[in-house]
Every structure is written in C-alpha cells, then in structure tokens.
C-alpha cells in the first residue's frame, strides 16, 4: 500500500498552505492559464523575461494540495533559470513522478518531495498542471492548457 | 430532516412480504461479488454508486448465459438460435416497459444510455421541432449530457437555452421555472434526480405546468431508476431516459421510453439495418416501432443483463430500496453536519442518497485521494455538472452516494476517513 506521508509530504503541505509567488505579476511579458477539467484545478503561471532568463514568476489560481504546492515550487525553482534550463528540469521533473526516472538521479533539489506521486497515478496531471503552464507561457501559447 | 419523496408504485412492483424493516443488507451484499475486492488491501467501501452502480451475480451470470447458449443476430435469422436470442431481446424490452409502467413495450427503445437517450430525442423530435427565435428549458442543475445536446442544438437553429435556476439548498425554483416558460419554449427537459446533489425535482407540478402550455417534457431519470419507483404514465411526462450501468446493469446499454404518439411523429434517429422495412435508392420506408430508432445490431446481451438488474431490483422492491438509501442518507447527512469545517452542498427537502460536501481548506482531490487509501470510493469533482458547481461558489465536491449494499457500517466509514483527512491536512 503505497503511504499518504509519501505523497503528503511536510513540505508540499506547507507550500499548499502558504504557496510563494503567488500573486499577480504586472510586469510580467509571458502568461498563460492551465486548466485540468477532471478536478476543475485552475492556474495562471505569469513570467517576467529578462533576454533568456526568466527574472521573475507568480502564479494565482485554485486547486488540489498537490497541485498547489506544486505551482509554488516551481516558481521558486525556475526563477533565474533560462528558459532551456526551466524545460530540462520540468522533463527530469516529469520523469520523477511517473516513475520513469530514479529521484536520486534527477537532480531536482526540493522538488524531489513529489517523487511519492509516482505512487497515485491520478495525481500526476495534478503535479504536473503549473509545468505544463508554464511551458506554454514560455512558448507564448495563447489557448489555455488543458490537463486532458 | 431529508425524506424521500413517496410515488405511488404500480400493482406487482411491490416486494411481496417483506416490508422494509425485513431489508436484509447483507444477504443483498453476498449477490455482488465485487465487494469481496480489497483496495489498497482494504475492505471496498463502495460509495460512488451516482456514477456507476456494482452488478450481482444474476446480472453477471445472464449475461454469459446469453453469450454461452443463445448468442444469435435478431429480428433477421430463420434459425433456432436467432429465434431465441430475439425473444430474449423482446422480453427485456418488456421487462423495461413493466419497469417503468409504460403503456407498450413499442415506446420502450433502446440505446446506449441516458446519454444517447437524450441525443435522440434533440437530433429527432429538437431538429424537426426547433427552429429560429425556439427556446429549450432545461435547469441549473442538469448533468452535462442534459445541458450540452440542447446547446448543440439550440446553436444549429439559432433557438435559446433557458435555465431555470435553484435555490440555495440546490431546489428548483418552480415560480422561475414556470415564469420561463413561453410561447417559444418547445421542450423541457429536466432531471428527475440531481447526480451531483441528490435533489427530486417536483415533476408533477412541471410537468402540470408545461402541459397546461402544449410543451412535452424529457426527464432525465439516470439518477432516479436505480433509486425510487418510477412510473412514466404516472409522471405524464413525454420523454424519459436511464442507463442501465447505474441501473446494476451493464455499460452499454440504456433506455428511451418516449410517448407512442411522439415517437411515430419523428425522424428516425440513425439510419441502417432493422430501422427499414424496405429500401431502394429512390426510397427507404422506415420501420414500425421502436425499430425505426434502433438502427444496426443493438447491444443484445446489454438488454439481456438490464432485463436480469430490473428483475434483480423489482424482487427487492423499489420502495424498500428508496427506504433503505433514505435511511443511510438520514444517517449521514447527521453525522456529517456535525464533523466541524464540511459543508453539504445540496440539502433539499426531498432527496436521494448522495451527500455532496466540501471541506473547509482542504480540495477535494485531496480529499479523494486519502478516502481511497481507506478503501472508501468516492468521486470528486465537478461531477459533470459545472454549471451547478459555479452556482454553489465551488470548483468541486466530494460526492458519497448509496446503493442497495451500502450499510450503515460503511456510513461510519466514511465519517472516519473524513476524521483521517483532517488529520492528515492538520
């Protein structure tokens, strides 16, 4: 039986509770809405580019424990990684929590506390959700990204 | 406190000597051998029997019976085996029509479910009947599959959707309701039961009130088949749709019964084979009732193991069954109200066994995903219902709702998982 502390991790409690960058961002040049109809989670990931680097990132919106902590820790994450780098760790990221790759070998820092999620299959569009945002803000899609 | 509403059943529907009280939960439970399934290494909690419902062993067994003895194409074959595959097909449309107390096994037509059922009727009797400036009336509380043919519709004649709205308690607005209806309304269509709150709509006085105006009625009676007595001529309604997978019937097959009188006088649905009673290029005449809507092979075997589930359902009797979901919901709604930070979203008046709630900084997903470590299946969501979920200022419910198995043990289960979420997000 896979444990809920593996999934509910002290810290991914923490930042759903108090989730940072989370507010709106007025000079922000990149933005996009991402959106998982299964579970109604709803998230605008905004970034402030500065050349290739993204100088600044806020996201507001509502969701799951998950998904919510999720957002939060990306901000801190990707705030000053390029834009190549951002995408590299969201696929390193994204290979953790569906099992496809080692956490010890993943180099993801914090977010390696999303590592359990590999354990519930249904949380992984929730883990995932704030990534797949800001994939498309980055790329500058204008529809919003669904989950499905 | 919630009760639910009390229709009068049809001679021979009632379950001979054994008064509710005599209701034997467990005995009811060794016929359905999924619930011996542990998840998570736990003993099941079934509790999200709103979207599909389990299926006992007499539904399981007809069904392969049918695919071991009397597998056969119906409706075409001379031979012994076509014969008997279409009897069996037959008498479950007549099994159906005893159901719901319809006036002829002809008005009984099957489809693919309460889905399909309402698809029909807006793509027969919506595109010959709708056209510019038409209004369509539905309510707020409609299950997509009731919301999104009419939208389709509406948008190919340029016709309106109306919504009548419901009150804080998820009721029905009856005076909204009948100030919505104009010259221009050409069908209501309604649930009969709520699946994401458990509401009974008040269809007598609907159905009253668009009757009084020439408007026929479509009832979306998914959620209320499984649940209560259901009797169509009763209700006087025009339209009426179920699936039978809530039904403890299988996926695959559900049911439109349809007033004799406005079935002739549509367009067939699909066109194909057993919907013709002859065709050549220049010309097709359609088949007689209910054929000229049931176009191609149907799902035989779904009517075989739907015909096995109402029988199943008709020896432990609507009223008892109703009676035994009433006393679970009156268990939980009190128990529940009392857990500090849950809030039931949904508490008419008159309603079945589902108890939608959310808890107070806590989602729903989350909320799903520990009550399933327990072994407790829930769904959570919007239940298919968005709409209702924006009037109730939420992105998602956690929805228990109660079958013929579910026992009072199972009540206090999910009281406990509830305990174990606030631990968990403490």
């Known amino acids: 039986m896979a444990d809920l502390r593996e999934l509910y991790q002290e810290l991914i409690l923490e930042h759903s509770k108090a989730p940072r960058n989370y507010r709106a961002l007025t000079a922000a040049d990149h933005k996009a809405e991402g959106y998982n109809p299964l579970c109604g989670d709803r998230f605008t990931v905004s970034v402030q580019m500065e050349g290739d680097s993204i100088q600044d990132i806020a996201f507001q919106g509502s969701g799951c424990a998950i998904s919510k902590a999720s957002a939060s820790m990306m901000t801190q994450s990707v705030k000053g990684k390029t834009k190549q780098q951002a995408k590299e760790l969201f696929e390193r990221f994204h290979r953790t929590v569906t099992g496809n790759q080692n956490p010890d070998s993943a180099d993801l820092g914090k977010l390696t506390v999303f590592a359990g999620v590999s354990e519930f299959p249904t949380r992984v569009k929730c883990a995932t959700l704030a990534w797949h945002t800001l994939q498309a803000a980055l790329e500058g899609k204008q529809e919003a990204v669904s989950t499905e | ?426």
């Not at chain 2, 609907?206 to 169509?232: S, T, Y």
């Open chain 2, 1 to 426: 406190m919630t009760k639910v509403l009390r229709m009068p059943s049809s001679p021979g529907k009632v379950a001979l000597g054994e008064p509710p009280s005599g209701y034997d939960v467990e005995r009811i439970r060794a016929d359905f051998p999924i619930l011996d399934v542990k998840a998570h290494g736990q003993t099941l909690v079934y509790l999200d029997n709103a979207a599909t419902s389990q299926k006992p062993r007499t539904v399981i067994d007809a069904i392969s019976r049918y695919y071991e003895c009397d597998n056969a194409n119906i409706h075409r074959g001379v031979h012994y085996l076509s014969e008997l595959a279409t009897a069996e097909f037959e008498s479950a449309r007549k099994t159906v029509q005893s159901f719901l107390n319809a006036a002829r096994p002809e008005e009984i037509v099957f489809v693919r479910g309460a889905t399909e059922a309402i698809n029909l009727v807006a793509q027969t009797y919506g595109r010959s009947q709708v056209s510019t400036g038409d209004e369509v009336l539905i309510t707020a509380m409609e299950h997509h599959s009731n919301i999104v043919p009419w939208q389709l519709l509406c948008d190919e004649k340029h016709a309106r959707l109306e919504v009548a709205p419901v009150n804080e308690k998820g009721e029905l607005l009856l005076s909204e309701f009948e100030r919505l209806l104009s010259s221009r309304t050409k069908l209501v269509a309604i649930a009969h039961v709520s699946n994401a709150l458990g509401t009974i709509n008040p269809l007598a006085a609907v159905v009253e009130m668009a009757h009084r105006r020439k408007i026929p009625v479509l009832v979306d009676g998914a959620q209320a088949v499984p649940r209560m007595p259901v009797d169509v001529q009763n209700l006087g309604c025009d339209f009426y749709a179920f699936s039978g997978h809530k039904t403890y019937g299988p996926t695959g097959i559900g049911v439109l019964y349809g007033k004799s009188a406005l079935l002739e006088a549509m367009p067939p649905y699909q066109g194909g084979g057993d919907m013709i009673s002859s065709v050549t290029f220049e010309k097709t005449t359609y088949n007689r009732l209910p054929y000229k809507f049931e176009a191609g092979t149907p799902d035989i075997a779904g009517a075989v193991g739907l015909k096995a589930a109402l029988d199943y359902l008709g020896d432990l009797g609507m009223e008892n069954i109703s009676s035994h979901e009433s006393d679970l919901l009156e268990y939980a709604t009190e128990a529940i109200s009392t857990i500090p930070g849950v809030r039931l979203i949904g508490t008419a008046k008159e309603k079945t066994g589902v108890v939608s709630f959310v808890m107070e900084g806590i989602h729903p997903h989350d909320i799903g995903t520990v009550l399933d470590q327990e072994g407790i299946a829930v769904r959570t969501g919007h239940h298919c219902a968005q709409p209702l979920m924006d009037r109730f200022g939420v992105d998602a419910t956690v929805r228990a709702s109660f079958g013929v198995y579910n026992t009072k043990s199972e009540v206090e289960a999910l009281i406990r998982g509830i305990q174990r979420v606030k631990e968990v997000f403490a």
